[in-house]
């Protein structure tokens, strides 16, 4: 056709049917002209292989479209306004596809994952205006740069429900990050061989999950963290994986007894009893992290384990070197442990991947998957910053210059701590920017650019996730889940699809007999839980946690796309604030007059780190927060902001500190007794008593983490958290 124009990864021209694709793939051709989805174009899977794929995508469009585009799926030849997906060997690399659209669609590739990663391409380049859905004329060749790309999920500490674990497939495959690691600690009861052990989901809930991720590319990678976080299996199988004395009691030790033969008999039966179940991931992930074997000389026959297999009290290496033998006889490639520190130089190189810091790769020679924590107490820079991000440079932490590009080979995002919807929530913000700095290395685009492509995606992605909508009013915020102890929270739930929503409020999973949804509905604190629900999460009263859980069924009573869940925590506000949002896409780096912004809402929260939550990737804001302290002595004090970002302080409507950000590894810094805060303003004097506190942070480009030391006139810190008295009203008030 006429008129055609190139885009590749050296910053393409612009068209105005420039499809929003996140990651930007590594070549594409756009031409005049769109190819129409009709109810007459059909899903042809050439191979019975792809069958799986051809549902996945009937479905991604049935949910766009909101129910009104079911595509049928055939065998067989093509026609206009049809969409193929095609084995072909000629299409080289185990996640190299081809995507063409003219009068048809077509994907090539060489695997299923591949396919996979094209049906994702087609889905967000759909542009749906009013009913017509089509697709711009264009050729696409693409594969990632970077082979391990891994979400890590902490399912142990926090119950994460089944739909909960689908969504994150759906994220991480919508962003093209192939491999979810599961990180179940110890909790292993679903396996046959082993039901005295703690489990949160039945092996068939587990089986259904794997399946579910295999048909749309992601592979899971579970991971019992042996020898140093699965204590309960040395409870529950001291014989095994732990040690007895001759009386038959059991020996208290701080970790699993690796210098014992039943241990490593038993982890193979764990590991094959998993792989029955997760049966094609080709990473395994053996644990190892935060080992102490200091007590494991207590064991009996320790001395003669160490001396049989030529040891010398370092039995820690040699548990790893077995372990990943075990898996690899299983099929696995790639076994995988937690940076080890001084022992992994008895770990012949190549036989372990290791999840570490990207510097120790240049340092020690290894072959490392980085490591990036976005998740629990702490919300790790994204947006800009992680866009940014050249994967193999490591001055910025002040390592070599680069990195061999052998060394290293992934990325691990991981999430502590974190409730199931948080975490998909905090994902669904954070992967985007990430997949940029994998698939390329280096992002071919300006970061405004991807910030409009980003907020596009995921506005498909939300509709794919779930045709159910949950709108909750009581909460402390708009962003997160906290509502102020003993309140009610109003929920309203819709969805564009017609059909029934059928929900519960006990965590139970919706069934067609479920309440039907009318009208908004109020839950309050007291309501009973499901026992199941209540005995997983591990941290939290019952009581207090309040829980929706929504499904939309169709008129033949059968569910529509994941059901929804959102679950709400207490909390006793302290701090009340005033948010002020940039448009997305537009970097603030400095505000003059906080009065000329718009204002985009008001609330209160509970702590510094419930705050954090309003990070966004593609948007600056700043924040005023109000509060008063309760002053304990009379005296001078001192205030120290901790910030990587523009932060400044005031007491009693006098500037008392304030940093222009410094850098995370002094974030982190955790003050000790005698040691000066970071940053600290000139001292103050304060009469005992309350007085009010004003913040003002500026965040640029993504998340962040900010809190505020405060010495005492005795010399000794405390955080200004721990002095906060009753929240003040948020106002604008003073400019910066």
């Not at 396996?191 to 592979?219: C, H, M, N, W």
């Not at 320790?302 to 299983?330: C, M, S, T, W």
């Not at 523009?646 to 940093?659: H, M, N, S």
Request: proline letters at 7%; charged letters at 20%; aromatic letters at 8%.
């Amino acid at each position: 056709m006429a008129g055609v124009f190139l885009a590749c990864t050296a910053a393409p021209a612009v068209a105005a049917e420039k499809p929003d694709l996140v990651p930007w793939p590594k070549s594409i051709e756009l031409r005049e002209g769109r190819m129409e989805l009709t109810s007459g174009s059909t899903i042809v899977a050439t191979d019975a292989k792809l069958a799986p794929l051809a549902g996945v995508l009937q479905q991604d469009i049935f949910l766009l479209t909101d129910g009104r585009l079911r595509l049928p799926t055939a065998t067989g030849q093509a026609h206009p306004g049809d969409i193929v997906l095609r084995l072909d060997p000629a299409v080289a690399g185990p996640e190299a596809y081809r995507l063409g659209v003219g009068e048809h669609a077509e994907i090539k590739a060489g695997t299923y994952r591949g396919a996979a990663w094209g049906e994702v391409t087609l889905v967000q380049a759909m542009q749906l205006q009013g009913n017509e859905l089509s697709l711009p004329h264009m050729s696409i060749a693409d594969e990632p740069a970077v082979a391990g790309r891994f979400v890590m999920i902490d399912a142990a500490r926090h119950f994460v429900d089944i739909d909960s674990l689908k969504q994150l497939v759906d994220t991480m495959r919508f962003y093209k990050f192939s491999t979810m690691h599961l990180w179940l600690e110890d909790r292993a009861g679903f396996l046959k061989d082993f039901p005295k052990l703690p489990a949160d989901y039945t092996r068939e809930e587990l089986i259904e999950l794997s399946r579910y991720a295999s048909q749309r590319g992601v592979s899971i990678a579970p991971e019992i963290d042996v020898p140093g976080h699965a204590p309960a299996l040395s409870r529950a199988y001291p014989e095994c994986f732990g040690a007895l004395d001759a009386a038959g009691n059991r020996v208290a030790l701080s970790c699993n007894n690796i210098a014992s033969e039943s241990f490593y008999e038993g982890m193979e039966k764990i590991y094959r009893g998993m792989r029955e179940i997760f049966p094609d991931s080709a990473y395994w992930f053996l644990g190892f992290d935060e080992v102490s074997t200091a007590s494991l000389p207590r064991a009996p026959g320790y001395e003669d384990f160490l001396k049989k297999h030529n040891l010398e009290k370092r039995a820690l290496p040699y548990a790893a070197n077995r372990l990943a033998q075990i898996v690899k006889g299983l099929g696995v490639t790639t076994p995988i442990c937690w940076w080890a520190g001084g022992w992994h130089t008895e770990v012949p190189v190549g036989r372990i991947l290791w999840v570490a810091a990207a510097e120790a790769a240049v340092r020690n020679q290894l072959p490392v998957v980085e490591y990036q924590f976005v998740g629990g107490k702490r919300a790790a820079a994204n947006g800009q910053e992680i866009y940014t991000h050249d994967y193999y440079d490591l001055n910025r932490k002040g390592g070599p210059a680069a990195a061999p590009k052998d060394l290293l080979l992934g990325m691990d995002s991981a999430s502590w701590e974190t409730p199931g919807y948080t975490t998909v929530e905090k994902y669904q913000l954070s992967l985007p920017p990430t997949i940029e700095s994998l698939w390329a290395i280096r992002p071919p685009r300006p970061f405004e650019d991807h910030a409009r492509r980003a907020e596009a995606a995921d506005l498909r992605l939300r509709k794919i996730i779930s045709p159910v909508q949950v709108k909750a009013e009581g909460l402390l915020s708009s962003v997160g889940g906290l509502y102020e102890t003993g309140k009610p929270v109003t929920v309203t739930l819709t969805a564009a699809i017609p059909g029934a929503i059928r929900y519960t409020t006990d965590g139970s999973g919706p069934t067609a007999q479920s309440t039907a949804y009318t009208k908004p509905f109020q839950i309050s604190p007291g309501g009973k839980l499901n026992e199941r629900i209540v005995r997983m999460l591990l941290k939290v009263s019952g009581k207090d946690l309040l829980i929706v859980r929504a499904q939309l069924f169709n008129e033949k009573g059968l569910p529509v796309g994941l059901s929804v869940v959102r679950d709400f925590w207490p909390t006793a506000p302290e701090y009340a604030y005033d948010l002020y949002l940039s448009k997305p896409g537009e970097i603030w780096t400095a505000i003059s007059n906080i009065e000329s912004l718009a204002k985009a809402e008001s609330g209160r929260y509970g702590d510094f780190a419930q705050l954090i939550r309003f990070c966004r990737p593609s948007q600056s804001f700043v924040m005023v927060v109000n509060g008063q302290i309760d002053v304990p002595d009379s005296g001078k004090y001192q205030f120290a902001p901790e910030s990587s970002n523009p932060l400044q302080v005031f007491v009693d409507g006098k500037l008392v500190a304030e940093t222009g950000g410094i850098a995370k590894k002094a974030v982190k810094k955790v003050l000790k007794k005698g040691q000066e805060p970071a940053n600290e303003g000139e001292a103050v004097e304060l009469a005992k008593g309350q007085h009010a506190y004003r913040m003002v942070y500026l965040n640029s480009t993504g998340g962040g983490l900010f809190n505020v030391q405060v010495k005492l006139p005795k010399g000794n810190t405390a955080s200004l958290g721990s002095l906060h008295g009753h929240p003040a009203t948020a106002s604008a008030g003073a400019s910066r």
